[in-house]
């Protein structure tokens, strides 16, 4: 072998030394299945005369080879596909890194004129060979961000690689390159803003990513206060020009977060639906201006997944609801507005009308723990009065059923669930007495007294023919007394 720290290109025959020339086979056990070319071929690949360049492993791993392969790009001697293209042969051959070696050639190309936004295209690289299986995520990740700590690249070109590589790859892999623009950020390496601006230049200025993707990257990176507020700051100036629109980037963030829970069964979709909502409420208050939504979400959105994951239908009833108080607890969303977004998930069949009646108990069971809750109402109405709104939306895409089995999970409390078989009876005779009979039922299990029903329904504003309705359903059900309490108030 030469003495010379490089691979010329040239054949072993040029040596004094001879060889037992390897198979195709020998070279397959050789290198783990991966045949590469001889050194021979690189200048085909290349393009050019490669004789020059030192390309042997300790150039490779010193990024002295990466240098030397941008410069002939720049040089015009060969092409940037062409350039990534030897990269990883020639890493193949030496058994190194193919992406370090990608991300070495990233900082050098970048430092050049013109080639200023070229790391999205090496990043894009970078995903191409995670899609097809030949590194890992997790290897090209660590090699970006290796690549920084040795002074290989920058912060910002690591960035607009990561943000690159996040096009042809997996809904988690985005995931963990999101992650890791967060880390860079907390290193120090580039400002939160600079982060977000690169991330964006992606589909703008590089077109490497969908304006979706782009959305889904911010989310990912949105892992820590300084990016969550940069984020949230480009999501209203994205919106402010047009860009897009808040029900656009809430649809992304939603799509993104079912498809990293695509494992779970399908019996789980309909919570991940309740995710949604709360996602939606957050992307309203971030919206509004409160940068700290996000912020706040992350550690709930956690409790709410790994209910999912678990099956925890209450765990994940409260993080829902917890996540729509402490909005409006902290002047981010109005409680006004926190119910309509959810009215109107229920009436687009978001959530299902059980679901709404699950999560407004939990609402008005957690409202007492949020000491700022009442300044933020946004109506004269007093705050069990406003979260009473959800009751008859709840019920339109609910039944008499759903209502019975949330009072008798626990899920609902009686006196939302008569609210709720109102608003369900409404228009239906044979409804309204039918919701009587449920009613009777709640009597007879103990949940609430004769009494306490006949008042509820009373007080509640429907007409006269449909309280006598309820109270016949309650008294051809119910036993003696509560026969006897609803005759006494027919006859007042």
């Excluded at 058994?95 to 013109?114: K, N, V």
């Excluded at 782009?214 to 919106?239: C, F, K, Q, R, W």
Aim: proline share 2%; glycine share 10%; with cysteine.
């Amino acid at each position: 072998m030469k003495a010379k720290g490089k691979r010329t290109g040239k054949s072993s025959s040029d040596t004094t030394a001879k060889f037992q020339p390897l198979s195709a086979d020998d070279l397959n056990g050789i290198v783990g299945g991966n045949i590469t070319p001889p050194p021979g071929q690189f200048n085909s690949i290349a393009g050019f005369d490669t004789s020059h360049l030192n390309l042997d492993a300790n150039s490779m791993l010193a990024g002295v080879s990466s240098q030397e392969i941008a410069q002939a790009v720049v040089n015009h001697q060969t092409t940037e596909t062409q350039a990534m293209h030897l990269i990883e042969a020639v890493a193949a051959y030496d058994q190194t890194h193919a992406t370090q070696a990608l991300a070495d050639f990233a900082g050098a190309i970048t430092q050049t004129s013109g080639h200023s936004n070229d790391g999205y295209a090496v990043g894009a690289e970078i995903g191409h060979l995670i899609a097809a299986g030949q590194v890992s995520a997790t290897q090209a990740i660590s090699d970006i961000a290796g690549a920084v700590t040795a002074g290989q690249s920058t912060g910002h070109v690591a960035v607009t690689m990561l943000a690159g590589m996040s096009g042809p790859v997996s809904a988690s892999v985005q995931a963990a390159a999101g992650t890791e623009i967060a880390a860079l950020v907390t290193a120090g390496s580039l400002t939160a803003t600079q982060a977000v601006t690169d991330i964006v230049n992606a589909n703008g200025a590089a077109g490497a990513l969908t304006l979706d993707q782009v959305i889904n990257v911010l989310n990912d990176a949105a892992g820590t206060p300084a990016m969550h507020a940069a984020v949230a700051s480009e999501y209203n100036s994205l919106m402010a020009s047009g860009l897009t629109t808040g029900n656009h980037i809430t649809a992304d963030i939603g799509a993104a977060a079912a498809h990293s829970y695509s494992g779970i069964s399908h019996d789980s979709t309909a919570d991940m639906n309740m995710i949604m909502v709360a996602k939606t409420l957050t992307m309203d208050a971030v919206i509004a201006g409160d940068y700290g939504a996000l912020a706040g979400f992350q550690p709930l959105l956690a409790t709410m997944q790994n209910a999912v994951a678990n099956g925890n239908e209450s765990v994940l009833d409260n993080a829902v609801a917890n996540s729509v108080l402490s909005l409006v607890n902290a002047g981010g969303l109005t409680l006004t507005t926190a119910v309509a977004d959810l009215v109107q998930q229920i009436n687009s069949h978001a959530i299902s009308g059980d679901q709404g009646f699950a999560l407004l108990n939990s609402l008005v069971n957690l409202a007492p723990n949020y000491s700022n809750l009442a300044n933020n109402v946004g109506s004269p109405l007093s705050v069990d009065a406003v979260l009473n709104q959800l009751a008859p939306a709840s019920a339109q895409t609910g039944s008499l059923s759903d209502v019975v089995a949330a009072v008798n999970s626990g899920r609902l409390a009686v006196g939302q669930a008569i609210a709720a078989l109102g608003g369900l009876a409404a228009g239906s005779t044979v409804a309204q007495i039918t919701a009587g009979a449920d009613i009777a039922g709640f009597i007879q299990s103990g949940y609430i007294t004769t009494n306490a029903a006949i008042a509820d329904i009373v007080s509640s504003n429907w007409s006269t023919t449909e309280t006598f309705n309820f109270l016949l359903g309650m008294a051809s059900s119910g036993n003696t007394a509560i026969a006897g309490a609803r005759l006494r108030k027919c006859r007042a």
